[in-house]
């Protein structure tokens, strides 16, 4: 059975930076053909990917985000570490990590998609 | 304001059908396959569709997708009261990308 779980602050205040720890079972982190991504989504509003990475340390970030996320992987404790800095009041959402899994398409060439989510954790940024 | 353009509202009545539309460019669905996700309230989103048109195991066949240029389709037919949820396209362009969301109501 494939789960994942987030954890970290449910509050930080403002120019802190946020780590977030997604604990994943049922799959590992060292299978090749097997990521994970992060995504959040701030209270009533739209999804919004933020990185990813797999088993042979491949990393991809939101372009405007990248400067301030930073994505990490122990394998042996099945864990996906996520790092946003200078964090905002507009950064207030609710944090999800996801299994990513590769496909190919003829035409498009190297796809992914997210089959299996955590329930997420709701992160407040306030002073 | 996202890349991708959804209609922020979507409803029909049970077993009707409804469409879902995702509008992009050449630079996302143009060049890129297109995910749809389901996002009932209160959960986690859970893939409806992957690679335009493909349905993962357990998701009923009332769901199917279709791409055409740069734009892309949701269709649900059969609709029922357990379907009123958001729907989330989404592609890769220079990172991956979602939609705005449609909000789906069954009157």
């Known amino acids: 059975q494939v789960t994942l779980k987030e954890s970290g602050p449910v509050l930080v205040k403002p120019t802190e930076t946020l780590t977030l720890t997604c604990t994943v079972s049922?799959?590992?982190?060292?299978?090749?053909?097997?990521?994970v991504s992060w995504i959040r989504q701030p209270p009533g509003k739209a999804l919004e990917w933020l990185a990813h990475?797999?088993?042979?340390?491949?990393?991809s970030y939101s372009t405007s985000l990248k400067s301030r996320l930073t994505i990490s992987k122990d394998t042996s404790k099945s864990q996906v570490v996520l790092t946003m800095t200078n964090m905002d009041p507009v950064d207030t959402a609710t944090y999800y990590c996801a299994r990513t899994l590769p496909y190919y398409d003829f035409w498009s060439g190297l796809q992914y998609y997210f089959d299996y989510w955590g329930q997420g954790t709701l992160v407040t940024v306030s002073s | 304001q996202s890349v991708l353009t959804q209609p922020p509202s979507a409803s029909g009545t049970p077993g009707q059908r409804v469409t879902i539309s995702c509008s992009g460019s050449s630079s996302n669905i143009g060049s890129n396959t297109v995910n749809w996700y389901q996002q009932l309230p209160g959960t986690a989103p859970k893939l409806l569709i992957y690679s335009n048109n493909q349905r993962p195991s357990g998701v009923p066949d009332r769901f199917s997708g279709s791409k055409s240029g740069t734009s892309a389709s949701l269709a649900i037919s059969g609709l029922q009261s357990e379907d009123e949820a958001d729907y989330y396209c989404a592609a890769w362009d220079d990172s991956l990308i979602f939609g705005g969301g449609t909000k789906l109501t069954v009157l």
């Open positions: 990475i797999f088993s042979n340390d491949e990393k």
């Open positions: 049922g799959f590992s982190l060292s299978n090749a053909r097997m990521g």
